[in-house]
């Protein structure tokens, strides 16, 4: 009988000992196979277009931000180019022979004028296929234009889906010749004082109003990280960057995946739940900070491991760009398992921004005629990517 309250004695002591402190197999490893950047260490070619039709005139007035953030960002961008050109463009592209500060100078009506082409009227499916056709592995080209469609008074949204489907050809078509063309599309805002010209011919005379206009980035997403990187986005918010939205195909992102502080790939469980952290590199994705850090954006296989948080890494020189700290829960009993970010919606601020006819100005100051039209048609170019990038990872036992 003493011998059986001893041994039970020792089993409950056990018991309570493993409880306080945890048995060593209940922590876990956690690895990865690394995976090795796409980002090259070359400079692209960099070509920028600027449209001098007659309703980009109003933006050219003084003060305009319009022409601050093209000087501005491809100064920046000059840096890091193997070289840089510039253009007009409206039926035709129009070589700029100067440098980039007699560029913008020469941004005023006059000059638009006088760089020769149709001003009168601009087909943008015609535009935005003349600057496809410039873009190749190493070239990378920039396209500013206010996108307002010139409506036909008649069979408006027949014209509208028409461009839509335009669109999509012309980025497939570039997609087959840069098999990793990324876009990226962003909308700005700028002093105007001139005319807007309404479909049915009639113009108006806007005065000391700020109307929308839009840079559109064309490139190997490789190239474009770069330059990313180098230029961030963020350096524009001062001229009124008010929407970013990006398209790429899937990404083969470097990373590594660590406990939560980042010493160690051995997870002691905390109340049962192993935390980690993942650093990895998003830039190739394209996608904005917001995007990235959204949660719902994001899936593990096993659903019952949680996505904490998603942070930048502040870091110039890191190789990665954010964390991500995820739970697997008490009781999960995995061996391997990927996470997933998900190719994110087109941002709500696309369809905000459109107007649909384009008959009244003063009520849609801030829209554009048609621009839902134009970036949908990006996105039907996509519309089979469903995933931006993934991160797959195995669990073992200690």
């Not at 000992?17 to 690895?31: F, P």
């Not at 305009?64 to 501005?72: A, E, F, G, P, T």
């Not at 193997?82 to 022979?97: A, F, G, M, Q």
């Not at 990235?292 to 760009?321: C, E, R």
């Amino acid at each position: 009988m003493k011998n059986t309250l001893n041994i039970l004695f020792f089993c409950t002591a056990v018991i309570l000992l493993t409880a306080v402190t945890g048995c060593r197999h209940d922590k876990i490893e956690v690895s990865a196979t690394p995976v090795v950047s796409a980002i090259p260490s070359q400079n692209p070619c960099v070509k920028v277009f600027i449209e001098n039709s007659g309703s980009m005139d109003g933006y050219m007035c003084d003060g305009s931000q319009l022409k601050d953030v093209v000087y501005d960002y491809i100064s920046d961008i000059n840096r890091v180019s193997t070289k840089t050109e510039l253009y007009y463009i409206n039926s035709k592209l129009i070589p700029y022979n100067g440098n980039l500060t007699n560029y913008i100078k020469a941004l005023n009506p006059a000059a638009f004028k006088n760089a020769g082409g149709n001003k009168s009227n601009t087909d943008l499916g015609n535009l935005i296929a003349n600057v496809l056709n410039e873009v190749n592995d190493t070239t990378v080209c920039m396209f500013v234009s206010d996108c307002i469609l010139d409506l036909p008074v008649k069979n408006a949204q027949k014209f509208l889906t028409n461009c839509q489907i335009r669109i999509k050809d012309e980025v497939i078509n570039a997609q087959k010749r840069v098999p990793d063309l990324g876009v990226e599309i962003l909308k700005l805002s700028s002093d105007f004082n001139g005319k807007y010209f309404y479909p049915n011919g009639t113009v108006e005379i806007l005065k000391d109003v700020k109307r929308p206009y839009y840079m559109w980035i064309f490139g190997n997403k490789n190239y474009l990280s770069k330059l990313n990187a180098s230029v961030p986005f963020s350096q524009l918010a001062k001229y009124n960057l008010s929407g970013i939205v990006a398209f790429a195909n899937y990404s083969n992102s470097p990373f590594d995946i660590f406990n939560n502080a980042l010493t160690s790939k051995i997870i002691v469980p905390a109340h049962g739940d192993y935390h980690i952290t993942i650093q990895a590199d998003f830039r190739t994705t394209l996608q904005s900070d917001g995007v990235i850090q959204d949660k719902g954006n994001y899936t593990f296989n096993n659903s019952t491991i949680v996505v904490d948080g998603i942070y930048p890494i502040s870091d110039a020189k890191s190789k990665y760009s954010h964390f991500i700290r995820f739970t697997i829960p008490k009781g999960t009993n995995i061996a391997q398992d990927c996470l997933t970010f998900n190719t994110p919606k087109i941002p709500s601020w696309v369809s905000e921004t459109n107007d649909e006819t384009g008959v009244n100005i003063q009520e849609n100051i801030n829209k554009t005629t048609g621009i839902k039209y134009l970036i949908q048609g990006v996105a039907d170019a996509y519309k089979k990517e469903k995933v931006s990038t993934s991160f797959n990872f195995n669990v073992k036992r200690k």
